[in-house]
Structures are given as C-alpha cells and as structure tokens.
C-alpha cells in the first residue's frame, strides 16, 4: 500500500479557502485517493474520493496532477465547523482482495474567526 | 437506514476481563473493518472482512479475534484485556475496498 505524507497541522480563518496536499510517490497504476474527516469523539466521515484530475462535490474539490505522485483536498470558504482531522488515503486496486485502507495520523485544521 | 451501528458505546473493563465489541450493518456491504484510536493519534487497522466466513489480520491483530458469521455483524473480541487495550474502536464497512468507508460512533473502552 502506498505510503501518504501530509502536514501535522493547518491554521485558517473563517471564510478563506484551504488546500491541503497529501503526497503519495509510490501510488500504484490502480490506486485511488480518499480523504475523510474527523471530528473529536466521531469516527471518520468519507469527503471525496478521485483516480487522476479534478473531482468536486457538494463539500470539497480533489486536484490531482498527471503524475498522481500528490494529491491536493480544497475546502472552500472555511467556517469554524470545519475543524478537524483530515485524512488523505491511497487504496487499493478495486480488483485486489484482502486489503484495506490504512490511516495516517491526519492533519489537524484548526479555523478561527 | 441505520448505517454501522456499534455497541456498547462505552465499557470499563478490568485486566483480564474479556469483551466482544459487537458491530452491524445494514447497508449490504461485502467488506468490514476493526480500527483502534489511541488518544491524539491516527486509526490503526486490526483486522478486516471481505465477505462473510473471510477475516484477515491487519497492522495490530494482537489480542484481538474476529468472526464473520453473517455478512452484517462483524463482532471484535478481546481475550484478557490489557491496560494497552484502552482505545476507541471504529468499526467500518464499504460495498467495495475502493470505496468510501461508512464509520460506526465508536466504543471508548478503558482498561484498569
């Protein structure tokens, strides 16, 4: 599986917009890329997922170069509720069994008004 | 739609004592996962289901059995519970391993 490297912790203010990168240089050919959240007490909670480009939902947008070596989650127009752990993820090939997603330790965004 | 449902929600135990973590599903989902949060730090994998009668271990399966009898309930066991025990434990499941995760709320267990 491949391994992610993203920051420990991220400032904003409410109303700003937030990218947070999450490298991944030995992303297999077949491999996704998966962000969740997490709130304190919660369990994590599926944001976005994406193979390669631009991905975009009601929440978030994913940007992920040609090469796929990284991956970038931009929050739009931040607010306080959005503080949490953010996960990036790279999973396994849909046609592998017997594997699984494996966390990292997240980064921390914290907003501030 | 109930989603992952985990119970107890909280649990004290005492060293030895022994526990199952009972986890369902009512979503159809093929594959199912045990995580463990220690405080301030990521999710660590413990075991995982890709369908029913199929488990495998993974990063942290020491002390810890599975079973999965049915294609929704994926219960955890603990076998003499040990001070290094106390976490939170996700359980979560997926229609496929390249899919969003759904996550249940959790159960805190301390160990003492």
């Known amino acids: 599986l491949a391994k992610t490297t993203q920051p420990i912790s991220m400032d904003s203010y409410e109303g700003q917009e937030v990218n947070i990168t999450c490298s991944h240089n030995n992303i297999a050919t077949n491999d996704y890329i998966t962000w969740y959240q997490q709130f304190p007490s919660q369990g994590p909670r599926f944001i976005i997922q994406g193979y390669k480009t631009k991905v975009t939902n009601e929440v978030a947008s994913l940007f992920i170069p040609a090469d796929r070596k990284s991956s970038t989650l931009s929050l739009p127009r931040v607010s306080l509720s959005d503080t949490a752990v953010y996960y990036c993820?790279?999973?396994?090939?849909?046609?592998?069994?017997?594997?699984?997603?494996?966390f990292g330790k997240g980064t921390t965004l914290s907003v501030s008004s | 739609n109930a989603g992952v449902t985990q119970t107890p929600k909280f649990r004290i135990l005492k060293i030895g004592q022994s526990m199952t973590l009972q986890c369902t599903q009512d979503m159809n989902h093929n594959y199912m996962y045990w995580y463990r949060q220690d405080p301030g730090m990521g999710l660590k994998l413990i075991y995982y289901s890709v369908g029913a009668g199929i488990t495998d271990k993974g990063e942290v399966p020491n002390g810890y059995n599975v079973s999965r009898s049915t294609t929704e309930d994926f219960p955890l066991r603990l076998e003499l519970a040990a001070p290094s025990q106390t976490s939170v434990y996700f359980c979560?499941?997926?229609?496929?391993?390249?899919?969003?995760?759904?996550f249940g709320s959790g159960t805190r267990l301390t160990v003492v």
């Open positions: 979560a499941s997926s229609q496929k391993e390249t899919y969003g995760y759904t």
């Open positions: 993820l790279v999973g396994a090939a849909a046609n592998q069994a017997g594997t699984a997603l494996i």
